[in-house]
């Protein structure tokens, strides 16, 4: 995870990069650093907090000349989050300064074997590379330095470097975290994703895998150049426009991004339809489509709410495209795969595209010759761009950690998607969506009944949610959002599961929501819960319209049996929500967590 930005050029390069990291700090925010030069003083000084960004800036003064700089919002890996662990390091004569995304797996070796002279003042993984840098430039270019630093070094990388002898100069590396160039006539900016880039770059590049870059000054402007880890340069990539919609990073009035992108949900859906459906027909390109002809197997791979909204994805592909479906978590796929079905495709869900677990399971199937489609809230992001094909979810930028709007699209379009492979086209989705969305309306609009629900229930230090089916696999997602962002201990269990062994926790007032969308399985999990309330549990239900019984808490607005998700969440991310205010804590950016999980 974390995050880095750097900048060169006519503005005040500490303003680019704070604003720059504040933007990134979804990606990390246990401690924060920036190096820059000061042309004054001519010297590089560094400033480091444990804090968030923008104690970078209230804390610090900052010359109004200075015009390079990098920095970064870390999401700690090796070591505490303290001062000295923080980025940016420097080598250990204080030549180089570096900041880095990523994880280096073999850093103690190369201690051992190139550096064990040398004296460190961090337990990161991040100063073996910059040390490695001093090293080898006693003998080799700073170029060669690095490029013989990057040939050694086994993990994920993202890198920016100052050699603090060239106050004209930035150097960077790329390999497997995300790294991205922006261009604008007043400099160039390097950082972990296109959102630093708002205000500062007309246009944007993306890099591959093992790229190294140059930063300098030519004709009195700065430019870049990439190469190749053997040293040869590489032509320049696409140049994307920064068609932002920069209304979506801020607030729009309400107090906090989840609120907002709660809120946004049923707007979500109506665009996807937009994008995706033309009245009754499907615009799914054709060639997603033909992906998965003579496919006999899908398997879906994801991690968290993604993985959520996968188990979601395997009741479409299964009900309504009749294709047998497995669904796996990311991180457990790549070290222990199944004996896989010759005849599959392998269907990757993350909102961002860029996680690490995800990302292995690509390189490896896709190395074994299984077809790969990618749904996405991100469609530069490298999952978009790696897999064979691409489907974006049309969620817009989502800021707060925990995720919302981003799982209400990928169902949305793994419905879509699934009615297009149907041959019948099972559902009547224009109708079943619209409602839907009419539906999350209703309950959003309701918001301040669920905030009086979580004052009377949600009380103590252990919740469950349980459910049957499809009612089950929102159960999960409705837990990990309350735990995220409460830090109550929550479950998701599969109703029937609850006297096999948990029940052992359910005291009094321990509060157990059932999710009750499906007709067939109503009593049962209704039977359930009454068990839960012989040992003086607190219920609470949530159910539909036809689905509801005498006085179930909350009771949502009809919607096609399968399209339930999208509105039986809603209520569990309210109350998730509103039980985080009355805790006090920190709803967008909760602790531990980071948005962008960049390290397997
Ligand atoms: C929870 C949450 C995470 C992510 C997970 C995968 O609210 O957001 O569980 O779903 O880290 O991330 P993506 O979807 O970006 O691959």
């Not at 013989?148 to 060239?166: F, N, R, V």
């Not at 979500?268 to 995706?276: A, G, L, N, T, W």
């Not at 479409?316 to 457990?332: D, H, L, M, Q, R």
């Not at 099972?426 to 969305?437: C, G, I, K, N, Q």
Request: net charge negative.
């Amino acid at each position: 995870m974390c995050g880095i930005v750097g900048f060169i050029g006519q503005e005040k390069a500490s303003d680019v990069v704070i604003k720059g990291l504040e933007r990134l700090e979804y990606r990390g925010y246990d401690s924060c650093g920036i190096t820059f030069y000061n042309p004054n003083e001519s010297k590089f000084v560094t400033n480091k907090t444990t804090g968030r960004v923008s104690k970078l800036l209230n804390e610090n003064d900052y010359p109004d000349n200075n015009h390079l700089a990098i920095g970064h919002t870390r999401w700690a890996t090796h070591g505490v989050a303290n001062h000295s662990n923080t980025h940016p390091h420097y080598s250990m004569n204080d030549r180089f300064v570096i900041v880095h995304n990523g994880v280096i797996e073999n850093h103690k070796e190369l201690v051992f074997k190139y550096l064990p002279d040398y004296k460190f003042r961090s337990e990161t993984d991040t100063e073996v590379i910059v040390n490695l840098i001093e090293k080898f430039s006693k003998e080799l270019s700073v170029l060669e330095a690095i490029r013989k630093t990057i040939s050694l070094l086994e993990g994920s990388y993202a890198l920016l470097i100052i050699d603090t002898q060239d106050t004209d100069k930035l150097y960077a590396v790329k390999n497997k975290s995300p790294l991205l160039i922006g261009e604008s006539d007043k400099g160039i900016i390097l950082g972990s994703d296109v959102l630093a880039f708002v205000n500062y770059a007309d246009n944007y590049y993306l890099l591959e895998d093992n790229s190294v870059i140059t930063v300098e000054k030519i004709n009195e402007k700065y430019n870049f150049e990439i190469f190749d880890t053997i040293g040869l340069k590489i032509e320049k990539p696409e140049k994307h426009p920064m068609d932002f919609v920069t209304d979506e990073l801020d607030k729009a009035g309400f107090e906090h991004y989840m609120l907002k992108e709660i809120s946004e949900q049923p707007a979500v859906v109506r665009k996807i339809m937009s994008e995706y459906m033309d009245g009754n027909d499907l615009k799914i390109n054709y060639k997603v489509k033909s992906l998965f002809e003579g496919v006999n197997r899908v398997y879906i791979l994801a991690a968290g709410t993604s993985y959520h909204a996968g188990l979601i994805g395997r009741v479409y592909f299964e009900e309504i495209a009749k294709i047998p479906t497995e669904v796996f978590i990311a991180s457990e796929f790549a070290y222990n795969e199944p004996l896989i079905e010759p005849n599959s495709i392998f269907v990757l869900i993350s909102q961002s595209g860029e996680t690490a677990d995800l990302r292995a399971c690509l390189v490896n199937v896709r190395e074994q010759g299984f077809k790969t489609l990618s749904i996405t809230n991100v469609p530069t992001s490298t999952l978009a761009r790696e897999a064979d094909q691409t489907l974006n979810i049309y969620a817009g930028t989502e800021i707060a950690v925990a995720s919302t709007k981003a799982y209400i699209g990928q169902i949305a379009v793994l419905a879509i998607l699934s009615n297009c492979l149907s041959k019948q086209h099972s559902l009547d989705l224009v109708s079943e969506m619209s409602r839907a969305a009419v539906s999350m309306e209703n309950i959003v609009d309701k918001r301040d009944y669920i905030e009086e629900v979580v004052q009377k229930t949600i009380k103590g230090d252990h919740c469950f949610y349980i459910g049957r089916g499809i009612d089950y696999f929102v159960s999960l997602e409705a837990a990990l959002k309350l735990k995220e962002i409460t830090y109550i201990h929550t479950d998701g269990l599969a109703a029937g599961e609850l006297k096999h062994g948990p029940m052992a926790l359910i005291e009094k007032d321990v509060p157990v929501i059932a999710i009750i969308s499906q007709d067939h399985i109503n009593n049962n999990t209704r039977s359930n819960l009454e068990e839960a309330k012989a040992r003086e549990a607190k219920p609470l239900v949530i159910s539909l319209d036809n689905t509801s019984k005498g006085n179930d808490e909350i009771v949502l607005m009809d919607v096609h049996r399968l399209l339930s998700p999208l509105v039986t969440i809603i209520p569990a991310q309210l109350i998730a929500y509103y039980k985080a205010i009355d805790l006090g804590v920190d709803i967008d950016k909760p602790r531990n967590l980071a948005k962008s999980a960049t390290v397997e």
